[in-house]
């Protein structure tokens, strides 16, 4: 890791039941890092009405007030996200993406449908049908290898196998 550069922005993004929260929290945990969620609470619930109604500069302001806040409130060497630019861009245009880039370090953490479906059933959330999933599955994988990503496999891998990839990858950034 460089450490000219601070803080260090490592980002876990992924859709819904990918393991990204579970893998963020073990890696800030094991780098001694900040865990955040900038897109919690209303604010996820207003990212999605704003791409809802088709807000697309509202989505992409919101999202970059959400993670900017987050930044200047904290002072830590290491932040790492739990959702960050990826999950904005699989609610807006490319003509709206301009002002993320560049993006941060950022693993996609990736699960095949069935695991995704096995680990979003016993939550209590509200529920959509598999072709809901699949299209942003594929969205989040065309994005994360269009942009360079480090895709991490937790349907593939036990979580210490995942936890030891994403220390790997970080430790070489």
């Excluded at 876990?12 to 800030?28: E, Q, S, V, Y």
């Excluded at 930044?71 to 999950?87: A, G, K, P, S, Y």
Aim: aromatic share 8%; glycine share 6%; hydrophobic share 40%.
């Amino acid at each position: 890791m460089d450490k000219k550069q601070r803080p260090l922005i490592l980002a876990i993004d992924g859709h819904d039941g990918a393991g990204k929260t579970t893998m963020a929290i073990l890696l800030a945990q094991a780098l001694g890092a900040k865990y955040l969620r900038p897109f919690g609470g209303t604010t996820g619930a207003a990212l999605i009405e704003h791409a809802e109604k088709k807000e697309y500069q509202q989505v992409a302001d919101l999202g970059r007030a959400a993670v900017n806040a987050l930044l200047q409130e904290n002072d830590q060497d290491i932040l790492v996200f739990d959702r960050h630019w990826m999950t904005i861009f699989t609610l807006i245009p490319e003509a709206y993406r301009q002002d993320w880039l560049p993006v941060p370090p950022t693993t996609l953490c990736y699960a095949g449908i069935s695991t995704t479906l096995q680990r979003l059933a016993i939550r209590t959330e509200e529920t959509f049908d598999v072709a809901y999933h699949t299209g942003y599955m594929a969205q989040y994988l065309s994005l994360g290898k269009t942009f360079g990503a480090n895709i991490l496999r937790t349907d593939q891998h036990s979580q210490e196998a995942c936890l030891a990839q994403l220390l790997t990858w970080a430790h070489n950034l």
